[in-house]
């Protein structure tokens, strides 16, 4: 059905809950690829991630992937997790789409922060300021694998 999100296995959110760190892949207007580590929140139908006040070489506006989602919405997430023994390797992989959340969407965005704030203690520790970006991804299509 058009517009529906896919059912997600309350095993794979669980792991979205629980992971510390994903990948988060976007597309530029050319269609050339991106990927950087991202710290996330996940409240059970979307995910978050917000740039923070770690140093960037640039301003958070000029930030490649707040570039590429402004001209290309789709993109990608992927949570994973290595073990030398291999029967415990997992991942969920992620396709959706992603937007700025406004800074008139007062609600959505108290709520993200808190979400992030709560998850990570760096950023409930003043890493992750008021009017940081926020992005807001919306799974269209998940799908997991291995030790879930």
Known sequence: MPGKRPTISAAVRRKLRQARVA??????????PHIVPICFAYDGKILYTAVDQKPKRVSPERLVRVKNLRAVPHVALLIDEYDEDWTQLWY???RGKAKLIPRSAHKERARALGKIRAKYPQYARGMLAEDAPIIRISSKRTTSWGKI
């Open 92 to 94: 969920v992989l992620i």
């Open 23 to 32: 990948r988060f892949a976007t597309l530029d207007a050319r269609g050339r």
